[in-house]
């Protein structure tokens, strides 16, 4: 595998079902599962960058996002691989150490050139076929932490997640 040093999400599709609720006063909501944001605080706290890249702009999101200290958050993206791009250089990272996590055709462009391409359960054909590793679970119900679990045990840092939590690790969270 590839040295991956940053997560490059995607959020409709990704890191939710896909479905956009709309309450009485026009406003979007938005369901995030709990699983996917301990794997993003494990990879941050293991690995590196989370990065979420979205065509949408959402004061929800960008509350998940700061919830859950993501830092790198591009919103209304029209061009979602310069976007990624112009960060990455700031960052000193390389396309070829990012995982991105897609589930639609306006992904393509930066799964086609990162480093480790995943797609979730319910992505599109295109999505699945442009993937080194197509996730059980769909978007919004825990493909994230499958994904990032997958990344840690081939990075050899899961069991330090597991220990944590076993009560083996001096460190806290």
Known sequence: MVDIRCLCLDVDGVLTDG??????DGRPLRAFHIHDGLAIHWFQ?????V????????????????????????????????DLQQLLSRLDLRLEQVAAIGDDLL???????????IAVANAVDEVK????????????????????????????????????YAGSSSSGT
Not at 45 to 49: D, E, N, T, W, Y
Not at 64 to 80: F, M, P, W, Y
Not at 107 to 117: I, N, Q, S
């Open 129 to 164: 076929a442009a993937a080194r590793l197509v996730t059980q679970r769909s978007g919004g119900h825990g493909a994230v932490r499958e994904a990032v679990e997958y990344l840690l045990r081939e990075a050899g840092r899961w069991q330090e997640v597991t220990d944590h």
């Open 51 to 82: 990065v979420i890249v979205t065509g949408k702009a959402s004061q929800g999101v960008a509350a998940r996002a700061r919830e859950l200290d993501v830092h790198h958050l591009i919103q209304g993206s029209t061009d979602k691989l310069a």
């Open 45 to 49: 706290r293991l690995v590196g960058a």
């Open 19 to 24: 479905r956009v609720y709309v309450d009485e």
């Open 107 to 117: 992904d393509l462009p930066v799964l086609k050139r990162c480093g480790f391409p």
